[in-house]
């Protein structure tokens, strides 16, 4: 892997990559630009095209060309591999042995789905009742029909096989793409096709029945191509509109990401027929840390919700909840009435747990004691899911003073209820965004300070891509800096480094405090946990 990373590396330059997505000028011996993700005032972005590398201040993440391509458009390190190599003129199936034929297989499916999209493009075009509904009954405009590629399936149940088949594929490989049903015909008859695409194109469709039938909507079933618990719909039109404003917004259904776009709303995307996982939002949080919910209002809408939160604590994920639909029962009806409205309401969100709470307190009794006990049981569930001490803390002091109790009561009904109905820990890097960036300015001085003594054991990174991130952290943030006053920042990020690090030690005990069973081992770790709060 690191032969065929070294040749796409050696191939494509830093600053060609990154000057694919945001303009460099020259400074120095390095090259300087405004922050992809729209987090900074003035240009941060650095690129080294003496090391390879790029660090972005703002956003404090950094690397190298593969880490960048990741980063930025929010896809898996084999993803950007094959992106890059596809760019650098590299044949990866000349270092891959073992994954060859995967390789190759995959390479037909995406031709037989990229080809199947294309047939059903042309068959919109030739069936006039069927466009009268996808431009005028649906609303869409040329534009948007172009953008994400309508189609239509003829209701001949071998329309697409035979297309398919004049172009040399197998029954076989047609199965695999996910376009036959169990009798060797066409998957899709008498709808209106959407493709689902990714970064390097067509891997299924998602398709919605014209006349009377069921169900309303197919989708591809799984394939080597296509999981729906990886894929985000939308997200391949949404990219440059997500980097640019700085948020996204997850609806529910697939058509309310294409009228959102429609209506100017590019930010846009929808989980496509699945709940909402982990892979999802950490997808997401490569691209952007705002997060807007657009759900019902229902107990679907609530439930999904909660899930959110509690997925999203470990990945410094801001949540909010867009509500604002007036009668309308989603965002494609409420585009419908007027395209301003749905712009307004993406505007107009609420933080996610304050409207989590208010749900709540709609359907219980808050003056019966039933009422309160079942209000902070649902209440003290999801802010137990919160990782920042401040958000949670303002947050334990709205639910006290709506029930008329001391935030002390509500610590001892958190550890109560938190147990039984708390998820399985999402798994996350371990340090916080915070942490890194402290230990990666200690690191910095500590090795290119000249003998600054920066009071914390860190360990020395071998890597040589993270070495020269490093110091173009030193060169920019303290390039020319005399010894004392290296000597002063450095106490100063120990003492941060400090209490950031007795946070994420009230974090651990925390968590052992929900899984301890036995009383005596709950008081002392209580215990514990006010003492180091007492000193963070």
């Known amino acids: 892997m690191e032969d065929v990373k070294e040749e796409i590396r050696a191939r494509l330059p830093v600053e060609d990559v990154v000057g694919q997505y945001i303009e460099l000028k020259r400074a120095g011996r390095s090259m300087k630009g405004r922050s992809p993700w729209g987090v900074d005032k003035t240009p941060s972005f650095m690129v080294s095209p003496d090391k390879g590398i790029w660090h972005d201040f703002s956003a404090n993440k950094g690397g190298d060309i593969f880490s960048f391509v990741m980063e930025v458009e929010g896809i898996s390190f084999r993803e950007a591999l094959e992106k890059l190599a596809a760019q650098a003129g590299v044949e990866l199936k000349k270092y891959s042995g073992g994954d060859k034929k995967i390789a190759q297989k995959k390479m037909r499916l995406r031709e037989a789905t990229e080809w199947a999209c ?27 029909v172009e953008e994400f590629r309508i189609g239509y399936a003829p209701k001949d149940g071998h329309a697409l096989t035979r297309f398919l088949k004049s172009k040399g594929y197998t ?4 199965r695999e793409a996910g376009l036959l049903n169990q009798y060797g015909g066409d998957l899709f008859r008498g709808r209106m096709m959407v493709p689902f695409i990714d970064t390097n194109g067509v891997i299924g469709f998602t398709a919605r029945i014209l006349d009377k039938g069921e169900p309303k909507y197919l989708n591809t079933p799984e394939t080597l191509l296509f999981n729906k618990s990886r894929f985000i719909f939308g997200l ?22 294409i009228s959102s776009h429609q209506a100017g709303v590019k930010e846009a995307v929808a989980t496509s027929g699945t709940a909402m996982t982990e892979m999802h939002l950490k997808m997401l949080s490569r691209l952007t840390s705002d997060i807007r919910l657009a759900y019902d209002g229902d107990a679907a809408g609530v439930k999904a919700a909660e899930r959110a939160i509690m997925l999203a604590g470990k990945l410094g994920i801001t949540l909010s909840v867009i509500s604002g639909y007036g009668d309308a029962k989603d ?15 993406v505007e107009e969100r609420v933080p996610a747990v304050e409207w989590l709470l208010n749900k709540y307190e709609e359907d219980l009794n808050l003056s019966s004691g039933p009422g309160k006990k079942e209000y902070s049981d649902v209440a003290m569930r999801v802010i137990n899911f919160l990782e920042d001490p401040v958000e949670r803390k303002h947050y334990e002091k709205m639910v006290a003073k709506k029930l008329d109790v001391s935030v002390e009561d509500l610590l001892a009904k ?36 000249g003998g600054v003594d920066v009071g914390v054991e860190l360990a020395m990174p071998e890597d040589e891509v993270k070495l ?3 110091e173009m952290i030193f060169e920019n943030r303290y390039g020319g800096w005399e010894m004392e006053a290296l000597m002063v920042e450095a106490e ?45």
């Open 118 to 144: 294309k047939f059903y493009q042309v068959c919109l075009t030739k069936n006039r009742p069927v466009c009268e509904y996808v431009f005028y009954k649906r609303n869409m405009n040329k534009g948007t």
């Open 236 to 257: 391949a039109q949404a990219k440059e509109a997500i980097r640019h404003s700085g948020f996204c917004v997850i609806v529910e259904g697939n058509m309310d990401v």
């Open 414 to 449: 958190k550890v109560e209820v938190a147990k039984p109905r708390r998820l399985k820990e999402v798994k996350g890097e371990g340090k916080s965004d915070v942490m890194r960036t402290l230990e990666d300015n200690l690191l910095a001085i500590m090795i290119y300070g």
């Open 171 to 174: 029954e076989a490989e047609m």
């Open 492 to 536: 100063e990020l120990k003492r941060r480094w400090d209490r950031e690090r007795v946070r994420g030690e009230i974090k651990v005990l925390e968590k052992k405090l929900v899984e301890e069973d036995d009383e005596e081992e709950k008081k002392m770790i209580m215990r514990k946990i006010m003492e180091k709060r007492k000193k963070g």
């Open 468 to 470: 020269g991130e490093l």
């Open 331 to 345: 965002p494609d009806e409420l585009i419908q009435k007027d395209p301003k409205l749905w712009q307004e309401a």
